[in-house]
């Protein structure tokens, strides 16, 4: 049984920074693949950042040079590094594990940022 919990979670100013962290309980593969995810107000969640067992990473634009994803395989936990936040960044944060084996997908429960002076 595969459970994730995300903290990290805050109000933040514009410009400023947040690392969110996500702990996984139970077994983490070679081939599992992890990821943050968020979902603003009224808006589907959508991909942040992702990261193999192997530390390969991939972000979509509007993160790129402002976030960073990084994971410690042996704390079985995740990070998400957020600099020169924007508003609009404001949503809650999950973080995934996704197991290519079996196409089985955990989510955390996640953990609310907001950006706001």
């Known amino acids: 049984q595969v459970q994730l919990v995300e903290s990290g979670g805050d109000l933040v100013q514009p410009g400023g920074s947040l690392r969110l962290s996500c702990v996984v309980s139970g077994s983490i593969l070679s081939i599992d693949v992890m990821a943050w995810h968020r979902q603003a107000p009224g808006k589907e969640r959508e991909l942040v950042a992702s990261?193999?067992?192997?530390?390969?990473?991939n972000y979509p634009d509007f993160v790129k040079g402002r976030f960073t994803i990084s994971r410690d395989n042996a704390q079985k936990t995740i990070y998400l590094q957020m600099n020169n936040v924007k508003p609009e960044d404001t949503a809650v944060y999950y973080c995934?594990?996704?197991?290519?084996?079996?196409?089985?997908?955990?989510w955390g429960k996640g953990t609310l940022v907001t950006v706001s002076s």
């Open positions: 990261i193999s067992y192997g530390g390969r990473t």
């Open positions: 995934s594990l996704f197991r290519p084996t079996t196409g089985a997908k955990y």
